[in-house]
């Protein structure tokens, strides 16, 4: 069973709309980690946000906010007022266990966005 | 901020050579790093964890004798694939973990002709 999902194989979006992108996920672990990355045509990956289990805030860096429910096992990501250059590949990975530097991370199939002039 | 760095960044080599892609952490020391594939429009595959001074753990699928993992050093590790095929033409990145990030090297694309 796929334990990240992106249901959106693609999203196409009006520039400076907000965006936002699903996740949901599947752990029975209750310390795990969720992350989304950016990656553009060159192919790096980008660190976008990071939401711990037990953090008690959605976390939130500029304009990429992470909509965490636990309850739901969802960590959608929004992107406010979007730019022509958010236009990229959206993984979101999830890494269960403690933050221990030998977990691993696993990635969601990811959701192509793009943003329209 | 913490930086990992892959070397080469492209390759392009004769089907049944082998071909070493080093990974480094820049600025941390990193007992523990991954190494993941990513074929087109796809996304991206953890192939195998990299222990510094211990044999590599692979993901189920992944061939042990065909992709050589070596982590010689806190800030080293390479990955190895053995007599490349057509079907190993991928993008490899390598990665590590400073907790609550994991930091990516650029990537290596690897054609096999």
């Known amino acids: 069973a796929q334990k990240i999902t992106q249901t959106q194989p693609g999203m196409f979006v009006q520039e400076k709309e907000a965006v936002t992108l699903d996740c949901t996920y599947d752990?029975?672990?209750?310390?795990?980690?969720l992350f989304w990355y950016k990656q553009p045509s060159s192919g790096e990956m980008i660190f976008l946000i990071y939401q711990g289990s037990y953090d008690q805030q959605n976390a939130t860096e500029g304009r990429y906010s992470l909509n965490f429910q636990k309850a739901r096992k969802s960590a959608n990501l929004v992107i406010s007022a979007s730019q022509l250059g958010d236009s990229a590949m959206y993984f979101c990975a999830m890494r269960e266990g403690n933050g221990n530097r030998d977990d691993k991370i696993i990635f969601g199939k990811g959701t192509r966005l793009h943003i329209l002039p | 901020g913490a930086v990992v760095s892959q070397h080469p960044s492209w390759v392009i080599c004769k089907s049944g050579t082998s071909v070493k892609i080093e990974c480094r952490s820049l600025d941390f020391q990193a007992t523990t790093m991954f190494w993941y594939r990513q074929f087109p429009k796809q996304s991206l595959m953890l192939m195998a964890t990299?222990?510094?001074?211990?044999?590599?753990?692979?993901e189920q699928g992944v061939e042990k004798d065909k992709f050589l993992i070596n982590h010689a050093s806190l800030t080293l590790s390479t990955l190895t694939v053995t007599s490349a095929h057509p079907e190993d033409s991928s993008f490899y990145i390598c990665?590590?973990?400073?907790?609550?990030?994991?930091?990516f090297g650029p990537g290596t694309r690897l054609t096999v002709l």
């Open positions: 752990t029975s672990d209750p310390s795990y980690g």
């Open positions: 990299s222990n510094e001074g211990s044999k590599a753990t692979y």
């Open positions: 990665s590590a973990l400073p907790v609550r990030q994991q930091f």
